[in-house]
């Protein structure tokens, strides 16, 4: 519960003094504090959509005996919460890319199986409840493939589903660049 002062005196006041205005200001001092305190403890923005984190990253990928190894090189400022995002894709363009996400930082190291198959990666980060930064693509402007290696064919990759918020299909989404999505454009009940 939110402890804001002078709510009764407020009420009870019959007509507007200085004294009452002196109250009135620590009120809604009260009410900054915690609703700047929230924003902060929670990366959210009382009046808007929260910032997603700065999206300064390095990318560094290596693959061997169809595994493949993503190393995230982090080290600007950011807020607790953070959350990492990997795609790869057969293609470039990263069209049918395959999402990977794990809460937290873990996935500044992320190692997952690919077979013997050749993938683009591309990596971003997000906070819950911001949108994705843009994606930093391993090889930078060119992007360049890896290539699984090993003896087995690896997954047959299932069209994406999305993640968050997005729609399947859709790159670059993290928890979504939406607050919401819905079939009437009117927000969930929650």
């Known amino acids: 519960m939110i402890k804001v002062r002078n709510l009764p005196e407020i009420r009870a006041a019959k007509?507007?003094?200085?004294?009452?205005?002196?109250?009135?200001?620590?009120?809604?001092?009260?009410?900054?504090?915690?609703?700047?305190?929230?924003?902060?403890?929670?990366?959210?923005?009382?009046?808007?959509?929260?910032?997603?984190?700065?999206?300064?990253?390095?990318?560094?990928?290596?693959?061997?005996?169809?595994?493949?190894?993503?190393?995230?090189?982090?080290?600007?400022?950011?807020?607790?919460?953070?959350?990492?995002?990997?795609?790869?894709?057969?293609?470039?363009?990263?069209?049918?890319a395959v999402h990977t996400q794990a809460s937290g930082t873990e996935l500044r190291n992320h190692t997952e199986f690919i077979g013997n198959q050749t993938r683009y990666v591309q990596a971003y980060k997000s906070y819950p409840w911001s949108g994705p930064t843009s994606p930093v693509v391993h090889g930078g402007v060119t992007p360049i493939a890896v290539q699984g290696g090993g003896s087995s064919a690896g997954p047959l990759y299932l069209p994406s589903q999305g993640t968050g918020t997005s729609t399947a299909g859709e790159i670059t989404a993290g928890p979504g660049k939406v607050a919401f999505r819905s079939s009437t454009g009117v927000p969930p009940v929650r």
């Open 15 to 96: 007509e507007w003094t200085p004294e009452l205005a002196g109250k009135m200001y620590e009120t809604i001092q009260d009410l900054r504090l915690a609703l700047s305190n929230h924003a902060q403890q929670t990366n959210g923005n009382p009046v808007g959509e929260p910032e997603p984190p700065p999206a300064a990253m390095g990318i560094q990928v290596t693959a061997r005996e169809g595994w493949m190894h993503v190393a995230l090189n982090d080290q600007g400022p950011l807020y607790r919460g953070v959350r990492y995002w990997v795609e790869h894709a057969d293609n470039p363009q990263m069209t049918n």
